[in-house]
């Protein structure tokens, strides 16, 4: 009920029909890049509702990029 028509049609392509980014990307008419922004958006919205309901509370987002970095300063 939260999402606007774009987000709404990118979940049922993405999640709900299982197509790739670039398959979303194709039938949404726009790029990749478009499509990365609204998942990492949705999925940061989506943690959010969870914590404040209680779950995932303890839970740190942690980007891959970021614990690459922090992988290679270990060794």
Do not use: C
């Amino acid at each position: 009920a939260q999402l606007n028509d774009e987000e709404r049609q990118f979940f049922s392509l993405r999640f709900a029909k299982g197509l790739t980014q670039e398959g979303t990307a194709a039938k949404m008419e726009t790029t990749r890049a478009r499509i990365k922004l609204l998942e990492k958006n949705m999925r940061k919205r989506f943690l959010d509702v969870l914590r404040k309901n209680g779950y995932l509370v303890e839970h740190e987002i942690n980007p891959r990029w970021k614990r690459k970095l922090l992988g290679e300063n270990a060794a």
